[in-house]
């Protein structure tokens, strides 16, 4: 089935430094990645959509200077959260919409990225 | 407006009982699709059972099942002869085919299987 691999899957890093999160698919074409944000015992919050070849859109509160994000290639999405600081500390998933082998469009999510800062 | 409401916060349920979670959805849109995915602690996201707006069957998975009530716009998933690996977050999710296409999930709802 189709899989998107995320990586890393868990990061600490300082205050004021960039993490990078990469998701790619791995036996599909991603032209749509979604990538939300999870804080503990909460849902999933989408941030942005990025779309493969164009800028991304941004939900209404997520500041794009800070969480840069990259859709250059038909499998390759990243997001960049720059000057991290302890309170962008969270779960980062990613997930691609297709449709697979179950005929329908759904969601293949990567395995998520637990970001610390310190 | 939430999209999706899941009231059950936290259910307890004794093993090898069968146990529903309650999904309601708000939308407009005549073509979607609901979800449901597991979510255990380590995090990833694992899909469980689809329904679509025009499917007239419920649709079942294994020991998974969703009572799929259109009119009240309900979206139950019913775990039969549950099981100790059962214990995780559950949420419920839609994707409307007419606006935006996004995933939109529910709050989840924290299932614990008693021994």
């Known amino acids: 089935g189709a899989v998107v691999s995320q990586h890393p899957s868990r990061v600490i890093c300082k205050s004021g430094t960039s993490v990078k999160i990469e998701c790619r698919s791995l036996?599909?074409?991603?032209?749509?990645m979604f990538w939300y944000r999870q804080f503990p015992k909460q849902s999933l919050m989408l941030m942005a959509t990025s779309n493969e070849g164009s800028k991304a859109t941004y939900e209404q509160g997520v500041e794009k200077d800070k969480f840069l994000i990259n859709h250059a290639s038909l499998t390759l999405s990243t997001l960049t959260v720059t000057s991290a600081h302890p309170e962008d500390s969270s779960f980062y998933i990613c997930?691609?919409?297709?449709?697979?082998?179950?005929?329908?469009?759904?969601?293949?999510f990567g395995q998520g990225t637990r970001l610390t800062v310190v | 407006a939430q999209k999706i409401t899941q009231t059950q916060p936290g259910m307890f349920v004794q093993e090898k009982e069968a146990v529903t979670l309650d999904c309601t959805y708000d939308t407009s849109d005549q073509s979607y699709g609901l979800f449901w995915y597991k979510q255990p602690s380590s995090g990833e996201m694992i899909f469980l059972i689809y329904q679509g707006s025009y499917d007239e069957q419920n649709a079942t998975e294994g020991r998974y099942s969703l009572n799929f009530q259109k009119a009240r716009k309900s979206a139950n998933l019913v775990i039969s002869a549950s099981q100790l690996g059962d214990s995780a977050m559950y949420f419920c999710a839609m994707r409307e085919y007419n606006y935006g296409q996004n995933f939109v999930f529910g709050p989840g709802t924290r299932l614990s299987v008693l021994p």
């Open positions: 997930s691609a919409p297709h449709r697979g082998e179950r005929k329908f469009t759904e969601a293949f």
């Open positions: 036996d599909f074409q991603a032209t749509t």
